[in-house]
């Protein structure tokens, strides 16, 4: 997506450990508008898929995954982190382990949000190992949903998140696709859509 790529050409800033801080309208800060065009290029790509339920993970999948749901007129659904005190229903989880924090967590979605009809894109914001990712997967897997994809804003293609996605049968569709980050420099390879 060439607005996504500009954007972060212009506003993105390399960290040192190969990280892309986009804070000023991705993850912290929201642009509306791009967010709005991103969701829009994920409904348009999963058209035909006939999703039921898009689902994310708190926080920063929340904004694409909205407006990608609201473009495909199903609900949106973002797995917590923590338990939530009004969450006594049964719940389906999944642990997550991040390797740039060394911990393993619990993910969380309500049993009655998902079941064995629906049709599910996973959205997120970034794909780095893959692991969040694959914790909705396994989420979406215990309700006996069918994954259609997975839609990823910034993919860092130099670490192994979409293989192990793949290797577990599923599609990745990433709007923008980053090869390196190495001296400092966004080095981007051809995105998916
Ligand atoms: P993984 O799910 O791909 O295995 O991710 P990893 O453990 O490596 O990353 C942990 C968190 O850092 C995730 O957010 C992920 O989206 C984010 N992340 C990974 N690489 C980058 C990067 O280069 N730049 C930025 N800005 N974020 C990155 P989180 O803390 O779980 O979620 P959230 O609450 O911030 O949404
Ligand atoms: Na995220
Ligand atoms: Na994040």
Redesign the pocket.
Known sequence: MEELVSRIQKDGNVLGE??????SF??HQVDPELMEKIGARFAEVFTESGITKVVT?????IAPALYAAKQLDVPMIFAR?AKSLTMDEELLTSS?Y????QVTSTISISRKFLNNEDKVLII??????????KGLIELCRQAGAQVEGVGIVIE?SF?D?RQLLEDMGIRVVSLARIASLADGEVAFREADA
């Open positions: 190969g990280v892309l801080k986009v804070d991705v993850t993970i708190e926080a920063s999948g982190k997550v991040s390797f740039t924090k997120d914001d970034f794909l780095a190992n893959g692991q969040a990712a860092k670490q998140g």
